[in-house]
């Protein structure tokens, strides 16, 4: 029923950055404004952005497929001995139905098999409902962060680690 599929293809990654500005304009208006959200879908989650995400920064985005339609995506880059999960988003509809721990049990797997010893993320402090997603997956709130991202914007967030090590 879930595919997880890597994107590879401009056809895909521009599929990805629509369904980015989507997702984001439904879940984060509300969290940071939509004049945030406009610039941090430009900087962040274009088809530029994106691009240049994979081919210079090292990062890997994944697809999450029901049957052939695309409802969601993550991306994340090995530092080492840690995984950096850097975004995963499901469309609404598609939220609360399983698939975001079907996800967080292949990032989980892929770590282990790059062994890492932890995987960790930034979540928006006002972003409750994943903030306790991530809870039940096994991250532990790590820090606070804010971080400058320009244009006056910033990124008030925390860091969560899961540590694989038993």
């Known amino acids: 029923m879930i595919e997880i599929k890597k994107i590879l293809h401009q056809t895909n990654i521009l599929e990805v950055s629509k369904l980015a500005t989507s997702i984001w304009s439904e879940h984060y208006i509300p969290i ?6 406009t610039y941090m879908l430009d900087k962040f989650q274009s088809e530029e952005a994106i691009d240049e995400q994979i081919s210079k920064k090292h ?9 052939t339609l695309l409802i969601g995506y ?12 850097s975004k995963v988003y499901i469309l609404k509809d598609f939220r609360g139905k399983g698939y975001g721990k079907i ?3 292949f990032i989980v797997s892929f770590a282990f098999q790059a062994n890492c010893e932890t995987i960790y993320l930034t979540v928006n402090k006002n972003n409750i409902h994943s903030i306790r997603f991530y809870e039940l997956s096994g ?5 606070s962060l804010v971080i ?3 244009n006056g914007y910033i990124m008030d967030d925390f860091k969560m680690v899961r540590c694989l090590l038993n």
């Open 103 to 105: 996800t967080i049990d």
């Open 74 to 85: 993550f991306s994340i880059r090995q530092e080492h001995s840690q995984l950096f999960l």
């Open 148 to 150: 400058d991202i320009g």
């Open 32 to 37: 940071i404004g939509a004049n945030q959200v």
């Open 139 to 143: 991250f532990k709130k790590s820090e």
């Open 59 to 67: 990062f890997h985005y994944y697809g999450i497929y029901f049957a």
